[in-house]
T-cell receptor, first 111, second 110 residues
């Protein structure tokens, strides 16, 4: 069966520190991968999506970057976090069945 | 890219059917209607999708009007655990981009 792993569940980071969130998918090949952010009380904002290794599409200009070093691995990074980067970060994948499946999310607080 | 319009919020009594409307008047012929829900502090969960025929699964039923300009998600017997934000999305299956609108906040009350 297909599963998606996202970690850590919660993270508190100081302003100016780097960030690395990792997402891995099991049980499927060549998935489409997504990173979303949800600020407190707000909707889901699509940040990045990837249709293959090394292929990243960015939806909004921001302080974040994404990479896909392996088929089932998607990484969200920042060199220097801002207070405005706080939020709930979600990784998702979709495969041949077209519907998307989400991880449990990482709640990031930048202090 | 607001392709869908949903009410901001709605209440439902526990044990009754919850009918969630969605307008998608500009839907194109190859776009599907998808429904997801997000329970507080969790990732969104896929519920159901359809093209033009009505669909039913163990979670819900999806009724799409004949002109496909609107649809209704039906939760047949709402429980307190169905309290969530429900998102209606239209997209072609081959579209890699998956964007969410504001959704409808559904509160099921005892």
């Amino acid at each position: 069966s297909q599963t998606i792993h996202q970690w850590p569940a919660t993270l508190v980071q100081p302003v100016g520190s780097p960030l690395s969130l990792e997402c891995t998918v099991e049980g499927t090949s060549n998935p489409n991968l997504y990173w979303y952010r949800q600020a407190a009380g707000r909707g889901l904002q699509l940040l990045f999506y990837s249709v293959g290794i090394g292929q990243i599409s960015s939806e909004v200009p921001q302080n974040l970057s994404a990479s896909r070093p392996q088929d089932r691995q998607f990484i969200l990074s920042s060199k220097k976090l801002l207070l405005s980067d706080s939020g709930f970060y979600l990784c998702a994948y979709s495969g041949g069945q077209a519907e998307a499946f989400f991880g449990q999310g990482t709640r990031l607080t930048v202090v | 890219d607001a392709k869908t319009t949903q009410p901001t919020s709605m209440d439902c009594a526990e044990g009754r059917a919850a009918n969630l409307p969605c307008n998608h008047s500009t839907i194109s012929g190859n776009e599907y209607v998808y429904w997801y829900r997000q329970i507080h502090s969790q990732g969104p969960q896929y519920i159901i999708h359809g093209l033009k025929n009505n669909e039913t699964n163990e979670m819900a039923s999806l009724i799409i009007t004949e002109d496909r300009k609107s649809s209704t998600l039906i939760l047949p017997h709402a429980t307190l655990r169905d309290t969530a934000v429900y998102y209606c999305i239209v997209r072609v299956q081959s579209d890699y981009k998956l964007s969410f609108g504001a959704g409808t906040t559904v509160t099921v009350r005892a």
